[in-house]
């Protein structure tokens, strides 16, 4: 139902800022919850933030909250992650995700996944 592309990751010193997108095809991202989720080297994926269709926020922790910030653009059907004052433990693979469910945080309750931008931030 809904097909997801992120793209915008790359090399970053730390302390530097990117910009990551996440835009769909089929329905819009209004249907649904939009979450972003990370996974390093050899750790689980978990949960980074997520923007619903209503418009609230929920995020991993303060740190993160801090640096992090999602946004939408319903004209383009494109949800952004921008990240300020990146740190070495950063690093990893972004993957932005859609589910049905609002508040979604797990990645078992997220139906749909894009491919993955990688985030290298150097010290």
């Known amino acids: 139902q809904v097909q997801l592309v992120e793209s915008g990751g790359g090399l970053v010193q730390a302390g530097g800022s990117l910009r990551l997108s996440c835009t769909a095809s089929?329905?819009?991202?209004?249907?649904?919850?939009v979450g972003w989720f990370r996974q390093a080297p050899g750790k689980e994926r978990t949960f980074v933030a997520t923007?619903?269709?209503?418009?609230?926020?929920?995020y991993s922790s303060d740190s993160v909250k801090g640096r992090f910030t999602v946004s939408r653009d319903n004209a383009k059907n494109s949800v952004y992650l921008q990240m300020n004052s990146l740190k070495p433990e950063d690093t990893a693979v972004y993957y932005c995700?859609?589910?049905?469910?609002?508040?979604?945080?797990?990645?078992?309750?997220?139906?749909?996944w894009g491919q993955g931008t990688q985030v290298t931030v150097s010290s």
């Open positions: 995700a859609a589910a049905t469910a609002f508040g979604a945080t797990r990645v078992s309750e997220y139906d749909y």
């Open positions: 089929g329905r819009t991202f209004s249907h649904y919850v």
């Open positions: 923007l619903g269709w209503t418009g609230g926020l929920s």
